[in-house]
């Protein structure tokens, strides 16, 4: 037999280690900077050093960590590092009953930071009831049964004061509240409480997706104060006094409310950085995000001190601001699992530009250069085509500062120019991140000639459920099953029609039958050869159809005596 499914349930289709004690020498070289490499500021920016911050909620740095790290070795070679290998990652959901063998390594935190899996559900609509004026002197008081209250919304909206999904670690459920039922003296039943899911900016909404099949994306919240109506509640049912017309004045049927929809659904994170801090690990991002903002990110001489990324404003004057995202860093091979940061590489798809820093004092810098670009190549093209700077970092120490010139040259040759920092020191910093911004107003500006854009929409998804419960009742489709002589009968309109009638009520099953004739349903089955004691399924409801030998033809009807409700598949 079919699988029977609620009309009303949505269904989208559709290390190197260097030793902690090992500081950088005291001995401080002047940082020589070339006039070729600075580049010329653009004319009135004046930086501010140390602007607003926001840093991420982010895990300590765990002896755990240093397990891989070489003690013997003092360099970082990209190719030496021994990396707790995490297999291609599928997306996975912390709030998944079964966590991913290959997610099991990853603390919980990490999984939950910007990945959630979400159940969201409207509110039911309250029953109508049926009741009867009953009054002193008046004798036939009529009909005065409420309408149920409408059931909750569900909405999603961005919360600028969140800044990742950990939230969504401990509460994954959200019901709106049901509408109240009607009453007697035609009191309507209340609205169920709305419920309001709140998410961080830049979050991505998405049906769950099925066997590793993403959903569509539903919803794009990328800016505070987005909100987005997502499931409108259920219908309060009609109560008796809503059914009174002049051929029944005394009716005797009340609807119950309209089911809420279901669904649930994917959140993903996307941080809305206007540049991105790529390098390997250890480069000195997080002492670069430190010393260009007020952010305070863990920093410490062994890789993968920062776990999440961190996220720093950089404020300049005349009220230009920018947000610099710090990202785990990129290991060669990452884009097979390898590492941490390809797992937070998506956060630089929003970003305008890159600022790419190379270990001055690793053993081979352009090596290291190319590797990460290469990382970033193999994990997105459009990631690795955005505008980028590379700053070659801690010039404050003789081994970078004696591989200076020939990486300068290498890269020169291939027609990049890049800066020399020491991020340490502060030493190039403000010219880098004057640059970087500069990059991002020229994109600004750029977009601003780009083709206007449709703002978002954010109702479709309302507006589909919407759609879906105004599906007319008369567009349904018959199936047979000849082994077991059942009869399904499918249809959005009729399932509903279903759900909301109240067998308990006098009158409902005479209306149902006057519905099914109305429709066709009747006249489809009998034109299709249904038979004495054939079971029909609509919705949740499993009927017999009775062949009367005294009315034959059109006044053969289906037989609701023996209702009984179809077994959920
Ligand atoms: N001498 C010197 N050391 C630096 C400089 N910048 C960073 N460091 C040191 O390099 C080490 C790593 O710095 P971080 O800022 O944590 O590097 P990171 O790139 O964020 O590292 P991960 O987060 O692990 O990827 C720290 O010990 C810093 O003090 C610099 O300009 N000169
Ligand atoms: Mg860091």
């Not at 499914?5 to 260097?18: E, T």
């Not at 709030?95 to 935190?109: L, Q, R, W």
């Not at 670069?288 to 410490?300: D, E, G, M, R, T």
């Not at 029609?497 to 039958?513: C, E, G, I, L, P």
């Amino acid at each position: 037999m079919a699988s029977v499914s609620s009309s009303l349930s949505l269904c989208f289709l559709s290390p190197h280690a260097q030793a902690r004690s090992n500081k950088p020498p005291r001995k401080q070289l002047s940082l020589k900077k070339p006039k070729s490499i600075s580049p010329s500021p653009p004319q009135p920016l004046s930086f501010v050093s140390g602007g607003q911050a926001t840093t991420y909620t982010r895990l300590p740095p765990r002896d755990d960590d240093l397990l891989f790290l070489s003690e013997s070795a003092t360099e970082i070679k990209l190719s030496d590092l021994v990396i707790p290998t995490h297999k291609p990652k599928k997306p996975t959901f912390a709030t998944e009953d079964k966590i991913e063998d290959d997610e099991k390594g990853v603390p919980a935190v990490m999984r939950c930071f910007d990945r959630a899996k979400i159940y969201v559900r409207s509110g039911d609509g309250g029953n109508g009831v049926v009741a009867f004026r009953r009054e002193k002197f008046v004798p036939l008081g009529g009909p005065s049964g409420g309408d149920g209250g409408r059931g909750g919304n569900v909405y999603l909206e961005v919360d600028g004061s969140m800044n990742s999904l950990l939230p969504f670690r401990n509460s994954i459920h959200f019901r709106a509240e049901r509408g109240s039922h009607g009453q007697g003296s035609k009191m309507n039943g209340a609205k169920g409480e709305d419920v309001v899911v709140k998410v961080p900016p830049g979050t991505v909404v998405r049906a769950a997706g099925k066997d590793g099949v993403p959903g569509d994306v539903l919803l794009e919240l990328l800016h505070r104060g987005d909100r987005a109506l997502l499931l409108p509640g259920g219908r309060g049912g009609r109560g008796n006094a809503s059914f009174k017309s002049g051929a029944n004045k005394v009716p005797r049927i009340a609807e119950d409310g309209e089911e809420g929809p279901e669904m649930w659904l994917e959140l993903e994170l996307k941080l809305v950085a206007d540049i991105g801090i790529v390098g390997a690990p250890n480069a000195g991002k997080s002492t670069f995000l430190s010393v260009i903002s007020a952010a305070q990110p863990n920093i410490a001489n062994y890789p993968f001190t920062t776990l999440l990324p961190n996220l720093g404003v950089v404020s300049f004057d005349y009220d230009a601001s920018i947000v610099v995202a710090d990202l785990p860093g990129l290991l060669e091979g990452a884009h097979r699992g390898f590492g941490l940061g390809h797992e937070f590489l998506r956060h630089t798809e929003r970003c305008s530009a890159l600022v790419h820093i190379v270990d001055g004092s690793s053993q081979q810098p352009e090596y290291e250069y190319d590797a990460v670009r290469l990382e970033l190549e193999m994990f997105s093209p459009e990631i690795a085509e955005k505008p980028f700077i590379v700053a070659y970092n801690k010039m404050d120490l003789p081994e970078a500062y004696e591989k200076w010139k020939s990486f300068q040259e290498n890269l020169r040759s291939r027609g990049i120019e890049p800066f020399c920092i020491s991020a340490i020191n502060r030493d190039g910093t403000r010219e880098l991140i004057t640059a970087a911004y500069e990059l991002v107003r020229q994109r600004i500006e750029d977009a601003k000639d780009e083709s206007w854009r449709e703002p978002a929409h954010f109702s479709h998804v309302a507006e589909m459920v919407k759609k879906q419960r105004t599906a007319p009742i008369n567009d349904f489709e018959i199936s047979h099953d000849t082994t077991s002589n059942t009869w399904h009968i499918e249809g959005a309109g009729l399932q509903r029609f279903v759900q909301m009638t109240n067998w308990k009520y006098m009158d409902s099953d005479r209306r149902f039958q006057h519905v099914l004739e109305a429709c066709g349903v009747n006249k489809s089955l009998i034109k299709q050869g249904v038979k004495e004691g054939d079971t029909v399924i609509i919705g949740e409801m499993e009927m017999v159809w009775h062949d009367s030998p005294t009315n034959s033809g059109p006044n053969r009807k289906l037989s609701t005596g023996s209702v009984k409700w179809a077994d959920w598949k």
